[in-house]
């Protein structure tokens, strides 16, 4: 029905925005898809804290024909999975393998349940201090105690199969979700990700009856216990369909802390002294008929990426 283009440059908020909204023609199917997207609920709107490095919220209502769609394409992740397996020669015998198929099909189940039920309910957030890395998500799952089970079943058929020792089940819980936690090994591994996360990527994952949380990071339980108390217990707050945040201060100190190039350190230099005015975000909210896509710069951010520039050119000898 209209598509509608605008820019603003914002000086009390001290920012630059670009917006672009679409709205459909009233009682057309695209109006009625766009319908299911308004007054939306979330249940991990407070996963993503302030202080976070990096933010990304996920609503969505999806129609019928999507759900369809998308089952499909589950069907053939399904069977190319099960071929996998079958064709896997380190698997030691058939035994093994109807194991692994079994504790897949279990996980694959749950994935599908779930979007049989439409709804698409996902946050994720990135904390970043100095050189220690954190991540944290969680995620609405319809009967994700079956994927609990295919996953202590495929622990359990590495552990007496291979002789992997680096998986820990049930660990802990909080709040009705169950800590289970793998310790993965690095040796061989990129530089860069050895730099970030240590000689072992630490891996938590929590899972209730109806979500799941995964942490990567030393302190995960600590951290998936923290989302569940900042989310709520079992209250859905209402929520825009997409709502992504990056503070490009911690993002470009924890680069150059963990890389050797003068470039990032210049940008990082000038990122800090933005007085947290250092934020770039993306929204997609819904309107009548319709949706808006929403990206703001900060000023902060603008400044920096000029002044770097100049100092990069500077020291090359100018432009």
């Known amino acids: ?28 199917d695209l109006a009625k898809t766009m319908a299911l997207n308004n007054n939306l609920k979330s249940m991990f709107g407070g996963l993503v804290g302030q202080q976070a490095a990096m933010g990304l919220s996920v609503v969505s209502k999806m129609a019928a024909e999507d759900i369809e769609e998308l089952m499909g394409s589950m069907k053939g992740m399904r069977e190319q999975a099960m071929a996998m397996i079958d064709n896997a020669g380190e698997l030691p015998d058939q035994a093994t393998r109807d194991d692994m198929k079994s504790a897949v099909g279990m996980i694959m189940d749950s994935l599908e349940a779930t979007l049989k039920g439409g709804t698409l309910d996902i946050s994720t957030a990135i904390n970043l201090d100095d050189d220690e890395f954190e991540m944290v998500a969680g995620g609405l799952l319809t009967d994700a105690t079956k994927l609990e089970s295919g996953v202590k ?14 998986a820990k089940l049930n660990v802990g819980s909080f709040q009705g979700v169950n800590f289970h936690t793998v310790s993965v090994p690095l040796n061989g591994a ?21 979500r799941m949380y995964v942490a ?27 709502n992504m945040s990056l503070a490009l201060a911690p993002i470009l100190k924890f680069a150059a802390n963990t890389s ?60």
Not at 153 to 166: L, M, Q, R, S
Not at 197 to 205: A, K, P, Q, R
Not at 218 to 240: F, M
């Open 216 to 242: 990567l990071g030393e302190e995960g339980i600590k951290a998936i216990k923290k989302a569940i108390e900042s989310a709520g217990s079992s209250k859905a707050e209402t929520a825009i369909p997409m």
């Open 153 to 166: 079943k495929i622990v359990e058929t590495a552990k007496t199969k291979f002789g992997f020792d680096g």
């Open 190 to 210: 990129d530089e860069n990700v050895q730099n970030i996360f240590g000689d072992n990527l630490e891996v938590t994952l929590g899972i209730g009856k109806d």
């Open 1 to 28: 029905d209209s598509i509608t283009i605008g820019l603003a440059i914002d000086a009390k908020e001290q920012n630059i925005a670009a917006e672009f909204a679409m709205t459909a023609k009233d009682g057309t």
């Open 260 to 319: 050797e190039d003068p470039n990032v350190q210049r940008i990082a230099d000038a990122l800090a002294q933005t007085n947290g005015k250092d934020h770039v975000r993306i929204t997609n909210r819904s309107v009548t008929r319709g949706s808006v896509f929403r990206l703001e710069i900060e000023q902060g951010v603008i400044k920096a990426i000029g002044g770097a520039a100049a100092s990069m050119g500077a020291a090359r000898g100018g432009f």
